[in-house]
């Protein structure tokens, strides 16, 4: 089955401490994204990578930090600096260059600060 | 800033009712546009795409896209409690980075 996992599904960090979360795809995608999402919002942007070893800050940027070594993942680390991390966070991928690139979403990892 | 707005809702209809959902968008040079299906405490999933003007149909779902009045809508017939999601939708604007924004969803609630 192709696809995209996320883990964990539920994560708790507690202040002050750096927690990674795990986006692998199997979708032969080259462009990859992660996105964040509170409670009644929409999706925000935090990094993407349209390619292996490069990626851009999205619009919420600060505090995270990304690594694309290989076409397959894309961990999301969520760093201390991040003064409110709880949310809903989602990985997705795309096909690059194309008109129409729908956008496949993992299941999501709900990250709770303690 | 590339602006999608959308009514938080949430938009309650009947059962067998037709719902409709609308996404307005700043930039004018837009080129697709796309609704998702979330439900709750799930990852979205795509209902339809559109990159022309006018209608668009897939079984019980229609996307209509108005690009002089940068409004884009879903309509969703015959609705079903298990319509009942909140949906969001995506704009890919000019600029070729093909980065989709997304507004912050219409919540839809289908009662029996």
């Known amino acids: 089955d192709g696809g995209i996992t996320q883990s964990p599904k539920y994560l708790f960090r507690k202040e002050g401490q750096n927690v990674t979360l795990s986006c692998e795809q199997n979708l032969n995608h080259d462009a990859m994204y992660w996105y964040r999402q509170d409670p009644g919002q929409g999706l925000r942007l935090i990094y993407y990578?349209?390619?292996?070893?490069?990626?851009q800050k999205g619009d919420i940027a600060e505090g995270y930090s990304v690594s694309r070594e290989k076409k397959e993942s894309f961990p999301l680390t969520v760093t201390s600096a991040q003064k409110n991390p709880t949310a809903f966070y989602l990985c997705a991928s795309s096909i690059e260059g194309v008109h129409t690139p729908e956008q496949f979403f993992g299941p999501g990892t709900r990250l709770t600060v303690l | 800033q590339k602006e999608v707005e959308q009514n938080s809702g949430p938009l309650s209809v009947p059962e067998g009712a037709i719902a409709s959902l609308n996404c307005t968008y700043s930039?004018?040079?837009?080129?697709?546009f796309f609704w998702y299906r979330q439900y709750s405490g799930k990852s979205p999933e795509l209902i339809m795409f559109?990159?022309?003007?006018g209608d668009k149909e897939d079984g019980r779902f229609t996307a209509q896209l108005n690009k002089a009045s940068q409004y884009v809508s879903l309509l969703i017939r015959d609705s079903q409690p298990s319509d009942s999601a909140t949906y969001l939708c995506a704009v890919i604007a000019s600029g070729g980075s093909y980065i989709p924004t997304f507004g912050r969803g219409t919540s839809l609630i289908v009662h029996p």
């Open positions: 930039d004018r040079g837009s080129q697709s």
């Open positions: 559109i990159y022309s003007n």
């Open positions: 990578s349209q390619i292996v070893n490069d990626f």
